[in-house]
């Protein structure tokens, strides 16, 4: 993220400019300079004498997140993104091999940090980004002795001088299939060349409104933040889950450059709200990541916003390396691009030497932005002379060629498919299940659906019809004594309703049934659960 | 666009053995799903499913609830052309988990399909298919 020297030669020159949007938060450049400055000075006075000194963030985007991490880049201390989506037991994990002396967190996942233990948490400095610290009381023994509001810390009078920053490093987390990520490690900064290469690049400048609608986590869209903030642009962050209000926030904040997650970029396209972009926007430049999206939104990319859409290949190990631009992107395949400044690309036979254009191997990839290695574990590095004095490069997990046009295009993973493992017994009892539920003559029609909900976990939900109007009891006493048989291990809820809706062909549509019926469930406990309360009172 | 060299199949009864011309296959079938522009969202999982066994499971979310059996059939053609040799079942869903670099939670997803794959195995639908 930026750093105070040049957030403050930004306030010099535009204090009242925004510099970072968030809803109807605005910090002014001003505001910024003078907020990383309190951040950077409390910081500094909390921080644990251990050393490496490393933070990581487990928050949704937000401004406090942006004043916490340019107060980090400002020390020195190097601010790793978590998955919020992750679990309890991939955050230790990774908490574990991280070390971190400060958490940054927001009340909506403090909860499930709280579920973390790791040797090192209960010397950890929790910052709570939102809302009041209860102080240490609070905390549940041995996590995380110490904590601090962002209030409190920005509450602190700027030091006249900041401590001298600690040596660089840099962690990112590289998700890892069956939930065991890794962690990249880089030892030597990279931004400024890299700010280089994208203004080269795509001809961003200090006038751009650029917004991010993926998390701070993600590397691809913490670098392009930090660009954009650097040339002194403004900096929005974006409701990624909501596409009615990202669409209207492109149009009233006068977006110029955006990075949509894939998620939120299929969700804005399939929402009416984006029909209009293309006319009434300023966009003139998106970019998503392109492994997991397909065609369809290509096309409807090119209808809604406009020639603006960017696929990107990137990857934790090496960095932003190609990206597809609008006007390639018809007619190149799915998975390609054309390498960007600063990364090369080779490709690998079986005993890791170079292939020629049009042969498949493993790609390789060299560059600034390669990490020096794996935090824990060995990285497959290779070193090559093609025609430019020997370089390194990163192995990747993933196959591809270089094609007749100069683009990589990504055919498959280097590794076998991976196979789902799943709970056998559980599964068959659902098929078991479906099939029971089929013959019992108390019902007009019912769906079983399987969830994981906040407020109900892991659990069936199954809506009813009964077979006739008076008879529901029936149909729900029989239910919930076939789901309690068939899979005792998942807590059923059984509910009626007046109408089941499916697809022409049959699908039931599952997402507009828990919609009408997930509020009547929580509901439902939550009276339960206080009757419970009243009862043992 | 890219061509692949014609598949030759195994035995694919064993999920341990490594078996590379279903790994060709299986990548083959995912850029071609991802090719097709009739669905709104694509995914596809290798898994092993009760009675079935060695299933391929084809997530999309179609275009329209009018577009869903155009979808079926696009899917449905993929995977008899690419893997013809495995069990390939398609369904539709209304939305497809996925973390925040766009990639599938395979078991998330497996685990909110699981009872309309059953339903769907004894409809007349499924049986026309």
């Excluded at chain 1, 006038?207 to 930090?226: C, I, W």
Aim: one cysteine or more; proline letters at 7%.
């Amino acid at each position: 993220m930026i750093k105070l020297d040049d957030i403050r030669r930004h306030a010099a020159n535009r204090p009242e400019q925004i510099a970072v949007v968030d809803g109807a938060s605005r910090l002014t450049w001003g505001q910024f300079a003078d907020h990383v400055d309190r951040m950077a000075a409390g910081l500094s006075a909390q921080l644990p004498p251990t050393r490496p000194a490393r933070a990581v963030h487990l928050a949704d985007n937000r401004w406090e997140l942006a004043v916490a991490m340019a107060a980090c880049a400002t020390l020195g201390v190097s601010c790793t993104g978590l998955d919020v989506e992750a679990g309890a037991e991939e955050l230790t994990g990774l908490l574990a091999r991280i070390q971190p002396t400060v958490v940054f967190v927001s009340t909506e996942h403090r909860q499930v940090l709280d579920g973390c233990v790791w040797p090192t948490g209960p010397e950890a400095l929790h910052v709570l980004l939102d809302g009041a610290e209860a102080g240490a009381t609070a905390r549940p023994a041995g996590v995380g002795s110490r904590s601090v509001s962002f209030g409190a810390l920005l509450a602190t009078e700027p030091l006249p001088n900041l401590p001298i920053p600690l040596p660089y490093e840099s962690l990112t987390v590289v998700p890892g299939e069956g939930g065991s990520p890794r962690v990249a490690v880089r030892r030597s900064a990279v931004e400024g060349r890299h700010l280089v290469d994208l203004v080269d690049e795509f001809g961003f400048d200090g006038s751009d409104v650029h917004l991010t609608a993926a998390p701070l986590a993600q590397p691809t869209a913490r670098g392009l933040a930090r660009t954009f903030l650097s040339l002194g642009g403004t900096l929005v962050l974006g409701p990624h889950r909501d596409p009615a209000a990202l669409a209207a926030l492109i149009v009233e904040e006068r977006v110029t450059t955006a990075v949509i997650d894939p998620v939120a970029l299929v969700r804005l396209l399939s929402h009416p709200g984006s029909e209009a972009l293309a006319g009434s926007a300023q966009l003139r430049c998106v970019i998503a990541l392109g492994r997991h999206l397909n065609r369809w939104v290509v096309n409807t990319a090119w209808e809604q916003l406009g020639p603006v859409l960017h696929l990107a290949y990137a990857t934790p190990e090496t960095g932003l390396n190609a990206i597809m631009g609008p006007d390639e992107l018809h007619v190149a395949p799915i998975r390609s691009g054309r390498m960007m400044l600063g990364s090369s690309l080779a490709i690998l036979d079986q005993d890791g030497a170079p292939l020629p254009a049009g042969a498949t191997g493993r790609v390789a990839i060299s560059g600034y932005q390669v990490m020096d290695g794996y935090l824990e574990g060995e990285a497959e590095f290779t070193t090559l002379d093609l025609g430019q004095g020997p370089q390194r490069f990163f192995v990747t997990g993933e196959r591809g060629q270089l094609d007749e046009q100069g683009r990589l295009v990504v055919t498959s993973r280097g590794t076998e498919v991976p196979t789902v493992s799943r709970n056998g017994a559980v599964d068959t009892e659902i098929f078991r299940l479906e099939a029971d539920l089929l013959n019992l003559p108390c019902l007009r029609d019912t769906a079983v659906m399987r969830v994981d909900v906040p407020g109900l976990g892991d659990s069936l939900v199954v809506p009813f019809i009964a077979v006739a109007v008076g008879r529901e009891l029936t149909g729900y006493k029989t239910l919930t004594a076939a789901c309690n048989r068939r899979i005792p291990s998942l807590p059923a809820h059984v509910i009626a309703v007046d109408h089941i809706p499916y697809s022409p062909t049959g699908t039931i549509n599952t997402d507009e049934l828990l919609d009408s019926v997930l509020p009547i469930i929580k509901l439902n406990l939550q009276l339960e659960h206080t009757m419970q309360q009243e009862m043992s009172a | 666009m890219i061509e692949y060299s014609p598949v030759q199949f195994a035995e694919f009864g064993d999920l341990d053995v490594p078996d590379v011309a279903f790994d060709e296959g299986f990548f083959a079938l995912e850029l071609e799903l991802l090719e097709l522009p009739c669905i709104r969202e694509v995914a596809l999982v290798h898994t092993e499913l009760p009675d079935l066994g060695e299933t391929l499971l084809v997530a999309f979310v179609p275009l329209s609830p009018e577009r869903e059996a155009s979808g079926r059939r696009a899917a449905n053609a993929a995977c008899a052309r690419r893997l013809p040799g495995v069990f390939a079942h398609a369904v539709a869903t209304g939305d497809i988990p996925r973390s925040a670099d766009g990639s599938v939670r395979a078991s998330v997803l497996v685990d909110r399909l699981l009872p309309q794959i059953a339903r769907d195995l004894t409809s007349p639908v499924e049986m026309s298919d």
